[in-house]
């Protein structure tokens, strides 16, 4: 069975702290791990798919990298605006994501 | 790119009445659209799996016959919430995956008050 595990849960951080959320994974056959923010009241927003292991993509302060058994959001400067739950899913075969619980960030001023 | 539309975004009704929301691909065409169901402060919970053409897959423990979904044609699903109670209200969300790539976006949720 598929399972997603995130850590922290919750995560505070000056404005301008670097830091990373995690995400381990046991899948059999990874098709894909995807990286989405939820802000209260909003469905996710999609942000990364990443394939294989060793590779890195980046938006803005996010930076997202990936092992064989877990995978990296890094955020860079974060600002309050970043400030949101992450949730990491994956996907092997052609099933429905399964999701984490998620990583709350909040970005302090 | 890649949009998801819902509506309505929040529904207040009475206890026994039946709800409609509608789930749109806006600019791809989804061959398989998801229904989630989130809690507060929870994660997604996935309910069920729909494909165009196809009755849907529902998740253990979800009622087929309470939360109808059908997945009429590839930029539209609907998720119908028969008899609602107010144990049914929560914020439902779907999502729409199309052939390539496969990710699956997200729409913007609908809020459900059942009274």
């Known amino acids: 069975e598929d399972q997603v595990t995130q850590s922290p849960e919750a995560l505070r951080l000056q404005e301008g702290e670097s830091s990373s959320l995690n995400c381990s994974y046991t899948?059999?056959?990874?098709?894909?791990l995807f990286w989405y923010r939820q802000d209260p009241g909003k469905g996710p927003e999609f942000l990364f798919t990443?394939?294989?292991a060793g590779e890195e993509k980046e938006k803005e302060r996010l930076k997202a990298t990936l092992t064989k058994k877990e995978s990296f959001l890094h955020i860079t400067a974060p600002k309050p605006e970043d400030s949101a739950t992450y949730l990491c899913?994956?996907?092997?075969?052609?099933?429905?994501?399964?999701f984490g619980k998620g990583t709350r960030l909040s970005v302090i001023a | 790119g890649a949009v998801v539309s819902q509506h309505p975004s929040w529904v207040i009704c009475k206890s026994g009445t039946s709800v409609k929301i509608e789930c749109r691909s806006l600019?791809?065409?989804?061959?398989?659209m998801f229904w989630y169901r989130q809690f507060p402060k929870q994660s997604l919970m996935l309910m069920a799996t729909?494909?165009?053409?196809?009755?849907?897959?529902?998740e253990q423990g979800v009622e087929k016959d309470k939360f109808l979904i059908n997945h009429a044609s590839l930029t539209l699903s609907t998720l119908t919430v028969t008899s609602a109670h107010p144990e049914d209200s929560s914020f439902y969300i779907c999502?729409?995956?199309?052939?390539?790539?496969?990710?699956?976006?997200f729409g913007p949720g609908t809020r459900l008050l059942v009274l």
């Open positions: 990443l394939y294989s």
């Open positions: 899948v059999s056959g990874l098709r894909g």
């Open positions: 600019d791809f065409q989804a061959t398989t």
């Open positions: 729909s494909n165009e053409g196809s009755k849907a897959t529902y």
């Open positions: 999502s729409a995956r199309p052939t390539t790539p496969e990710t699956q976006y």
């Open positions: 899913a994956v996907q092997s075969g052609n099933t429905p994501l399964v």
